[in-house]
């Protein structure tokens, strides 16, 4: 079993759908992180979270540590939005390591 | 730069050649981290840098994959002896400190094919 794990794994919208990309992992984190990958381009950092809500602009991200569960949300969604979503956890283990243990990914695509 | 570069963009190999992979920073990012994108598959964790120093290269695959980075600045991600395998996108990102709450800066990677 991974350590994150998304779902789901593809996602077809229709544009101005309300959208919701979950992420459940199983370790113990310092934060949270969502990211973005247009196809072909780089990755973007969506957000960085260790406790509650972010918002920028149509995007909502939420996180609850005790459940350790965290949702991406994206309002009004628009063609634009199409991409991979990826859900990044960085591991509290007490030592030097600050890897990112990621997720595999949710393929969203936005149809007109 | 206003952003994490990396270079070549892309870079064509023959198997069994070495390649070198570069990464400049943003300016002032004390923490380096290298990752790799297979086709189809999802990030790869591969080496982390505290300023010059690698608190943690448990990612790295085989003893055929280092790094370095000098002057707290850019880092070179060495192959030797490429394999196919190592056909991938590698990503270079950076974050102000350490601390895990330090929002992290990717480069738009390197994309590598070994023929």
């Known amino acids: 079993k991974n350590e994150v794990e998304q779902s789901p794994q593809n996602l077809t919208a229709q544009e101005g759908e309300f959208i919701t990309i979950n992420c459940s992992y199983s370790v113990g984190i310092s934060a949270l992180h969502w990211l973005q990958q247009h196809p072909g381009g780089g990755i973007v950092s969506l957000f960085m979270?260790?406790?509650g809500k972010k918002k920028h602009g149509r995007l909502i991200a939420t996180i609850n540590i005790q459940e350790k569960h965290s949702s991406l949300h994206i309002t009004a969604s628009h063609p634009r939005d199409s991409a991979v979503y990826i859900c990044a956890v960085r591991s509290r283990n007490g030592g030097a390591t600050n890897k990112l243990i990621f997720g595999t990914g949710t393929l969203l695509a936005v149809q007109p | 730069g206003a952003g994490v570069s990396q270079s070549p963009s892309n870079k064509v190999t023959e198997k069994g050649k070495d390649v070198e992979l570069r990464c400049d920073p943003i300016?002032?990012?004390?923490?380096l981290y290298w990752y790799r994108q297979s086709l189809g598959q999802g990030l790869e964790f591969l080496i982390y840098?505290?300023?010059?120093?690698?608190?943690?290269k448990s990612g790295l695959p085989s003893d055929r994959f280092s790094a370095e980075r000098t002057g707290g600045s850019v880092s070179t991600l060495t192959i030797q002896r490429t394999q196919q395998e190592d056909s991938a996108v590698y990503l270079c990102?950076?974050?102000?400190?350490?601390?895990?709450?330090?929002?992290?800066?990717f480069g738009n990677g390197t994309r590598l094919t070994v023929t």
């Open positions: 840098f505290q300023g010059n120093s690698a608190p943690d």
């Open positions: 979270l260790s406790s």
């Open positions: 300016s002032g990012h004390t923490a």
């Open positions: 990102a950076s974050s102000l400190a350490w601390r895990g709450n330090s929002p992290l800066h």
